[in-house]
């Protein structure tokens, strides 16, 4: 069975940075898509920034120019590096996994910028 298993999350202040991580385990043959997703108390669900297995970066309108979302040297780990985080960032982020697993989702971490 496939885990993602995240870290990185906490309290900030405005302006200040976090960054996040991300690894996969399990049986994980092909990758087409990793990424973060954020929900905000009585939100729906966004993507914040994406990998594809393409080499395209995909991000949230809201984070461009702030946030950097990356691949790391170890194989199915992801990081999203935030940036000039403002309030509005609160949220939970969750790690998403789009692939031959199917579509994985991580248990989430609290991201909270304080004012």
């Known amino acids: 069975q496939v885990q993602l298993v995240e870290s990185g999350g906490g309290l900030v202040q405005a302006g200040g940075s976090l960054r996040l991580s991300c690894a996969a385990s399990?049986?994980?043959?092909?990758?087409?898509?990793m990424g973060w997703y954020r929900q905000a108390p009585g939100k729906q669900r966004e993507l914040v920034a994406e990998s594809t297995s393409g080499g395209r970066l995909n991000y949230a309108d809201s984070v461009k120019g702030r946030f950097t979302i990356f691949r790391g040297n170890v194989k199915n780990t992801v990081f999203l590096q935030m940036t000039g985080l403002k309030p509005e960032d609160t949220a939970v982020y969750y790690c998403n996994l789009l692939g031959s697993p199917g579509n994985v989702w991580g248990q989430g971490t609290q991201v909270t910028v304080s004012s």
């Open positions: 399990g049986s994980i043959s092909s990758i087409d898509a």
